[in-house]
């Protein structure tokens, strides 16, 4: 049932894995990457209802653009991937850009391009185009990978890219979350913020007591895959470096669990059945495992609008 409080939705039959270009064009402070095998999501109800009601609205008009660029999105993209990241050396500023991968039709969309007399902003090597009139903007950095997003993400996505700024590769918290989780056909990695915020949302009330206030600072990182090739099932590890605040967190949201089992609804009580909770090793591990018919039930309880808002 925690899945409920992260953005995910798809349903792969393979690996949804980043190439290089992909990986070098995500900035350095990314708070969270989402990668999903953007084919196979198509073919899962249950993968498009949760899609439908946790997609965030800037990624679901990325979606949009995606099509009103003139790519064929059934056809030519394999994978997403979305990374929100800090965009300012304070901090203070997050920002999110895209990276498609699949089979283009890059020669026939620059001719379609130029045939509507489209120019390109030039950056270096990198030409950026505009997505139609979303006020989204696309690059390719090779044949079968693009960057897309707002001009200023995609620039310093570029950026990241070419060696003018640090990029994702340089940040090795994340890359070593990443090796956790990239086999998988869905998957996202959270920086030390990223899993703070997460972990505030999905504890609710519980995040402001004094127990939870005392581990906060001693949660690294977390990552997660999601998996609806039988039933929908759902695996996240955060990383807290300490067998204390690990089993401290677990304590709690197994006490959060309890609660929702005596007063939750009767499909709120099978979902809080089907959690696992546990730590070792400063690790705090959380198993969730439904069939489709119970997940879609869920989706429309009070607990999931509740987490998901």
Known sequence: MIAAAVFVAALPAWPAQLS???RAAIPREV????VVDYRAMQNSDS???????????DLKQFDEALRKSGINDNHDVDSLAFALYRANSAGDQLDTVGVAQGQFAMDDMLAGFKKQKVRATVIRDNHIYPMGKTGMVLCFVDPSTMVFGSTTAVKQALDARDGVAPNMLT??????AMR?????PL??????KGTQTMMKQILGEAGS??????????LVASWYTMNFQHGVRFDMTISTGDNFAAATVSSLLNAAVLYRKMSGSDIEKTAMSDTDISSSSGQLTVHFAAS??????????????SMVR
């Open 47 to 57: 993968a498009m209802q949760l899609k439908d009601r946790v997609m965030p609205p």
């Open 31 to 34: 708070q969270q990457l989402v």
């Open 20 to 22: 290089g270009d992909a």
């Open 187 to 192: 998957w996202s990695i959270l920086d030390q």
């Open 209 to 218: 007591v004094a127990d939870y206030d005392s581990v906060r600072k001693r």
């Open 292 to 305: 489709d018919g119970d997940f879609g039930s869920l989706l429309k309880s009070q607990l999931f609008q």
């Open 171 to 176: 940040n090795g918290t994340m890359m070593d």
């Open 180 to 184: 956790s989780v990239d086999t998988e």
